[in-house]
């Protein structure tokens, strides 16, 4: 019974589109929680970057249910941008755009 299980998964992921897998990705790593760091620059010099951020989110619009061009989410602001958290450095809320900010969002190794 296990075998016929597990390939009736497999054939239904396969058989979904790549944006539906990445959907099931993405609430499968909202699930489990990571320890991310988004750091945003201004050409090629670092000028923001916030720690241990469970997620990042695509807004919606409220009545539309289409995607809104800017992403969301909550993390540590790293105001001297040392890559540690410090005192005095607290959990803020944030937004950027998806269109005009140059970003590199990674998990914190």
């Given at each position: 019974?296990?075998?016929?299980?597990?390939?009736?998964?497999?054939?239904?992921?396969?058989?979904?589109?790549q944006e539906s897998?990445?959907?099931?990705?993405?609430?499968?790593?909202?699930?489990t929680g990571t320890?991310?760091?988004?750091?945003?620059?201004?050409?090629?010099?670092?000028?923001?970057?916030?720690?241990?951020?469970?997620?990042?989110?695509?807004?919606?619009?409220?009545?539309?249910?289409?995607?809104?061009?800017?992403?969301?989410?909550?993390?540590?602001?790293?105001?001297?941008?040392?890559?540690?958290?410090?005192?005095?450095?607290?959990k803020v809320y944030?937004?950027?755009?998806?269109?005009?900010?140059?970003?590199?969002?990674?998990?914190?190794?």
């Open positions: 019974m296990k075998p016929i299980l597990l390939i009736a998964c497999v054939l239904l992921l396969a058989s979904c589109t897998q990445n959907k099931i990705g993405r609430a499968v790593q909202n699930w320890n991310g760091v988004l750091e945003v620059y201004a050409g090629d010099k670092l000028v923001k970057r916030f720690m241990q951020i469970d997620k990042l989110s695509t807004a919606s619009g409220t009545s539309s249910g289409v995607d809104r061009p800017y992403r969301f989410g909550y993390g540590i602001m790293d105001t001297n941008l040392n890559g540690i958290s410090d005192d005095g450095e607290k944030f937004e950027f755009s998806d269109y005009s900010t140059s970003y590199v969002f990674f998990e914190s190794p």
